[in-house]
T-cell receptor, first 115, second 117 residues
Framework: NAGVTQTPKFQVLKTGQSMTLQCAQDMNHNSMYWYRQDPGMGLRLIYYSASEGTTDKGEVPNGYNVSRLNKREFSLRLESAAPSQTSVYFC??????????????FGEGSWLTVV | AQKVTQAQTEISVVEKEDVTLDCVYETRDTTYYLFWYKQPPSGELVFLIRRNSFDEQNEISGRYSWNFQKSTSSFNFTITASQVVDSAVYFCALSEAHGQAGTALIFGKGTTLSVSS
């Protein structure tokens, strides 16, 4: 009963380092998302993938890249981490895009600190 | 523009009190979807309910109930006989059938509920 699984759960990076957050879902969902959560800002969409083979920018894509590796996996990469990217990152998935009235399910979050 | 407002930043109650969390939304779309999520201290986001814009029937699930009123653009959440385990941040969210917002959820800033024993 895993749902959406993301790794790592905690990570500390130095400014300029790169890293990849991994996400996998076992619900056979077509659409996947990466959000970031910051105090007082709520959750903001970074990138999403409507279906395997497609990715699109969300509200705050700068400094990030994504890869939809297959239907199950959607990774988020920080090429050169900056302190402004200190945040909690959530991966999520839904059967189809949300404008079809689908429900989005979230992973447990990844706490990233950039020093 | 689409927007979700949760005016209550923090609410503190004593166990067994009833509490209502307010959510007001803005959208120009005629078809939209409203959600509530719970984020307990452990950090995960837990889906609670989805409501379609064409279904104004209120819903009750155990101690939880939701009041959807299109006339006031509100989707309020009531917890009856609150318990300490209800302590969490609660988010209201909106997605639209048309337009860019249909690709993602628009979240409110959240309401932190603290229930003391």
């Amino acid at each position: 009963n895993a749902g959406v699984t993301q790794t790592p759960k905690f990570q500390v990076l130095k400014t300029g380092q790169s890293m990849t957050l991994q996400c996998a879902q076992d619900m056979n969902h077509n659409s996947m998302y990466w959000y970031r959560q910051d105090p007082g800002m709520g959750l903001r969409l970074i990138y999403y993938s409507a279906s395997e083979g497609t990715t699109d920018k969300g509200e705050v894509p700068n400094g990030y890249n994504v890869s939809r590796l297959n239907k199950r996996e959607f990774s988020l990469r920080l090429e050169s981490a900056a302190p402004s990217q200190t945040s909690v990152y959530f991966c999520a998935s839904s059967e189809h895009l949300l404008n079809s009235g689908n429900t989005i399910y979230f992973g447990e979050g990844s706490w990233l600190t950039v020093v | 523009a689409q927007k979700v407002t949760q005016a209550q930043t923090e609410i503190s109650v004593v166990e067994k009190e009833d509490v209502t969390l307010d959510c007001v939304y803005e959208t120009r779309d005629t078809t939209y979807y409203l959600f509530w999520y719970k984020q307990p201290p452990s950090g995960e986001l837990v889906f609670l309910i989805r409501r379609n814009s064409f279904d104004e029937q209120n819903e009750i699930s155990g101690r939880y109930s939701w009041n959807f009123q299109k006339s006031t653009s509100s989707f309020n959440f009531t917890i009856t006989a609150s318990q300490v385990v209800d302590s969490a941040v609660y988010f209201c969210a909106l997605s639209e059938a048309h337009g860019q917002a249909g690709t993602a959820l628009i979240f409110g800033k959240g309401t932190t509920l603290s229930v003391s024993s």
